[in-house]
């Protein structure tokens, strides 16, 4: 028997959604996030990484006592289970009936088979045997319930008929397209790096907060307060590039080969791939606003 499809998704249960995250969208390996969303209804937090054209869907159980909580604590973290996505569901449901490969309920086993890419109106869902696949694999198919046409994932409407598709109401957490206010001012400062003595920092928006709290998935904006003598240490960023704007205070810049002084006033670009480091020579602190993009990391 020959099922034609592709891997769709891989579902992985973990106890940290936001630090799991860090993981997968800091350098080197450099991925983003589709979205972030809550299901109340499971009570778990789901974030969808595309990686190509196959998804990483991580879970995080959002109560200990849920099935999702339980499912955690006796399995512990780890792959849960892979989805392939298939053409025709009940021509594949016909050569396994041929075959003799029994078919499972996946709401029964895999309990958030609901979320996510799931809960598209028209997706059909079917387990496989976990004894034959040595995993728990589940089959999926998008077929408009109106006319029964192929649907393509992620689309909210049949091609072939142009009847609207609903999707599941889940509730979305972070990185959505909104406005945001932030006072810095009322932010508090916290220890920068190991890397970076007598440097405190305030993370407003960026990679420095746990996801639900980022608003962008490109930009990072901190405020960098140098104390008197203090210093950030030579550090580079592969991709990242960065712009310091000297808010009050002076000190020593130094970029690549380059060093120069900098004062109250003065913009600073740091390109990708350069040493770089801060020197606060003065009596008093340096303030800097830092603001790059999200790709790097410190190398």
């Not at 799931?118 to 034959?132: D, K, Q, W």
Request: a positive charge; hydrophobic letters at 35%; glycine letters at 8%.
């Amino acid at each position: 028997m020959s099922i034609t499809g592709r891997l769709f998704v891989i579902d992985i249960f973990v106890k940290d959604l936001d630090e799991i995250l860090k993981v997968y969208t800091n350098n080197p390996i450099g991925l983003d996030v589709a979205e972030i969303f809550e299901d109340d209804e499971w009570k778990i937090r789901v974030a969808r990484v595309p990686v190509g054209d196959t998804f990483l869907t991580f879970v995080q159980p959002l109560d200990p006592n849920s099935p999702a909580g339980k499912r955690l604590e006796s399995r512990g973290e780890g792959i849960d289970h892979i989805t392939l996505l298939v053409d025709d569901m009940s021509e594949v449901m016909r050569k396994l009936k041929e075959s003799g490969l029994r078919i499972v309920d996946p709401v029964t086993r895999n309990m958030p088979i609901k979320t996510a890419v799931h809960a598209i109106e028209g997706a059909r869902v079917i387990g496989l045997e976990e004894r034959v696949t040595k995993i728990p694999c589940n089959l999926i198919s998008f077929e408009c319930p109106k006319c029964l046409g192929k649907l393509n994932p992620g689309i909210n409407f049949c091609p072939n008929c142009g009847d609207k598709i609903s999707k599941k109401k889940i509730r979305k957490t972070g990185l959505e397209a909104k406005m945001c206010v932030r006072n810095a001012f009322e932010i508090k400062e916290k220890t920068y790096s190991s890397i970076h003595p007598r440097t405190r920092i305030k993370d407003i928006f960026g990679e420095g907060l746990p996801i639900s709290e980022r608003v962008s998935k490109n930009l990072s904006f901190a405020v960098q307060i140098i104390k008197p003598k203090g210093k950030t240490k030579p550090h580079v960023h592969k991709s990242k590039e960065q712009i310091y704007f000297i808010h009050n205070g002076r000190g020593t810049m130094s970029v690549g080969e380059d060093k120069t002084e900098v004062r109250e006033g003065d913009v600073i670009y740091v390109p990708a791939g350069l040493v770089h480091s801060f020197y606060n020579y003065a009596d008093k602190p340096c303030t800097v606003i830092l603001v790059s993009d999200f790709h790097g990391s410190h190398d």
